[in-house]
């Protein structure tokens, strides 16, 4: 016996990627329903590419009730509105959105760094997913942190277009064809020409000069790993259509070589270690597309700080910082609490 999973948002690109992992892992499901705005309703999205095509419904009037699991890709608007109510019927909740990421009565959850915390989340029947650039980061700090004890962590992102959603994939295309023939560009879903550019602005300014998208790091990473962590971020748009990529400088209590470090990785689960010190040696974003692992490369020792590391961090944005997060979170819900399947 199975689970009755809605996705919301399943006409977006998270929503589509929920879809694919839903099926590709192969998840217990009794139903599944396609649910977004009434402009998608009655619209068609396929399940994965199992070619079962799935009608969507329209969120205004569909019925919680009965349900099991609701995978939410709909941005904070919807998740506002709708999630309490399916909450309420009984429907856990795993929201992609910002919303509810600090909410103290709502467990913020990366399924290798802290499960436990899922227990948790009868309080509000309600499970957050992290930011995408936070949910890369920690999977590759955690098994160090928990061998040498992090003390700071400096990071800057590299973070693709697809973070944007569909918008900010069609601008890069575009003003990458008005480029080359000719055309004038304008932004509209960036504040500046993203084609053969980079933006160090994602999300709003803050009072302090960061962006909500930096502090988004500092308090998600707080919370799920360790409060005692300082973190700083600079996190900026880059002309790539799939895959974040992250340069992290870490801060031990503990002296941990390079060596060492690697060994760790290699053996933590979700990473996968590519290293070499050698042309290629190293994974980007292009080769991460489409891949649920994240990929660290390029870890070496800080020279400027003592029991200091270096190393970078790439991954799939719309897989481990969203779509299979998400699904890991319902894959550890089912085994610790729902027990169906």
Known sequence: MGYRVAVVGATGNVGREMMAVLAEREFPIEEVAAVASSRSHGSEVEFGETGKML???????FDWSGWDIALFAAGSGPAKEYAPKAAAAGCVVIDNSSLYRMDPD???????????????????????N?????????????????AAGIKRIVVSTYQSVSGAGKSGMDELFEQSRAIFVGDPVEPATFTKQIAFNVIPHIDVFLD??????????????????????KVAATCVRVPV??????????????????EAAQDILRE???IMLI?????EGYVTPVEAAGDSATYISRVREDPTVDNGLQLWCVSDNLRKGAALNAVQIAELLGRRHLKKG
């Open 55 to 61: 009608k969507c419904k329209n969120i205004e009037h």
């Open 130 to 146: 992290p930011n995408c650039s936070t949910a890369q980061m920690v999977v590759a700090l955690a098994p160090l942190h928990k």
């Open 241 to 258: 259509f799939v895959g974040h990529a992250e340069s992290i400088n870490i801060e031990f209590e503990k002296e941990l070589s390079a």
């Open 275 to 279: 290293d070499k010190r050698e042309d």
């Open 208 to 229: 302090d000069g960061s962006t909500k998208e930096e502090l988004k790091m500092v308090v998600e990473t707080k919370k799920i790993m360790d409060s005692k962590i």
């Open 268 to 270: 933590a689960p979700g």
């Open 106 to 128: 709502v467990p913020l959850i990366v399924p290798e760094v802290n499960p436990d915390a899922i227990d948790g989340y009868s309080k509000r029947n309600i499970i957050a």
